[in-house]
Structure formats: C-alpha cells, structure tokens
C-alpha cells in the first residue's frame, strides 16, 4: 500500500523503538541512493549503498575480466553472490550492535524470488530486527530521462544498448511499501518514515 504522502507525520506518532533493516530499491535513476540517505538521515540508521561498499573491488574484477562497464551482464554475474554478501554482513554488524540500517540497491532477486526475501528477513531477524522493502515506482520513459540528464559514466553503455527495454519495473512479488518516484524525494523519505514508524510494532 502507498502511504500518504501529502501530509507530514502525526506529532504523536511514535518513534521505531527497535533496529529495522529497510532495503530500498527500484529501477536506475528512481532515486534510491538520495532516498535512502534521507530516510537513513531520519530514523536515523547506518546507511549501506552496494555502489559504495562495492564499487572499487568490483571495477578491480573487471578490470581483470577486461571490461570498465560496471554494468556488464557477465562482470555481474560473477561478482552478484559476493556484493551482496558484502551489504548482508554489513547489515548484520550494524544491527548486531543495536544499529538500525537502510540497505540502497536493486535487490532483483530479493523482489521477484520469495524464498530470496525470507533467506535474507531471517538473516536480519536473527541480527535483531525487522525488516522492511521500500519499491520506487518509476515508468520506463522516466528511467530514460533521469539517467541521461545524470550522465554518469557507467551509465554510457546502458544508453548505448536496447535499454531500459529489458528493465524489470514491476512491483516486487514479496511484501512491500510502494511509493512513487516522481514525488520529491523529501515528501518520499517523510511517508515512508511515518510508514515504518506506524508499523514497527508489527
């Protein structure tokens, strides 16, 4: 369900009393990093962006493999498994300590296979916490739009092939909180807060 996003939290609505793992996710250019650091900022929590905890040691395998493209299919293949091992075990110190943290990538297998969700909601359970996914829902010709206004370098091999046509934007299958993208990301950040504080006792 959507939270409403025209009005700010209650005065009253309690604070999350206990450490949640948020994942947010969604399409390139939906906003997840900026979103992620706003809600992080709010909570507040660690927060734990896979570009940044992986990043280096991934452009160290490609080079390896000969390719800069970050984004290639088969530099993701073989580094999948061990970047998001990497976020998971960062995630697990954080809360392991009683530190709350919002986890920033696509999460692709997390969103469509039900038995990846509950491997890694076990696995945050079992660090202490509650563990909650934030979708940005964002349409193809805005995904368009918004990497090439950003222009970063690894986005140039994306535009250079058939993209975002292949691009998975449906929903996840598994549960989740659904906002929309092409809100402002502070009005984002706020409902979601509101959402995660009126559901931490679930």
Wanted: hydrophobic share 40%.
């Amino acid at each position: 369900m959507e939270p409403d996003l025209r009005e700010p939290c209650d005065e009253g609505t309690e604070q999350v009393t206990g450490p949640l793992a948020v994942l947010v996710c969604g399409a390139p250019g939906s906003g997840k990093s900026t979103v992620g650091a706003m809600i992080a900022r709010r909570l507040p929590a660690a927060l734990l962006d896979l570009d940044t905890a992986t990043a280096s040691l991934t452009a160290v395998i490609g080079k390896l493999q000969g390719t800069h493209d970050l984004d290639d299919p088969e530099l993701v293949r073989l580094t999948r498994e061990a970047r998001y091992e990497t976020l998971a075990s960062l995630a697990e110190e954080n809360l392991s300590v009683g530190v709350g943290t919002v986890l920033v990538a696509p999460f692709t297998a997390e969103r469509r296979d039900p038995g990846a969700w509950e491997a890694l909601r076990s696995r945050m359970e079992r660090a202490g916490a509650a563990t909650r996914m934030v979708w940005l829902r964002i349409p193809a010709d805005e995904v368009l739009k918004r990497v090439e206004q950003r222009g970063a370098t690894r986005d140039r091999a994306k535009l250079r092939r058939d993209w975002p046509a292949g691009l998975d934007l449906d929903p996840p299958s598994v549960p989740h909180l659904e906002v929309d993208a092409l809100d402002r990301p502070e009005q984002i950040a706020e409902a979601v807060v509101c959402a995660l504080r009126a559901r931490a006792d679930d």
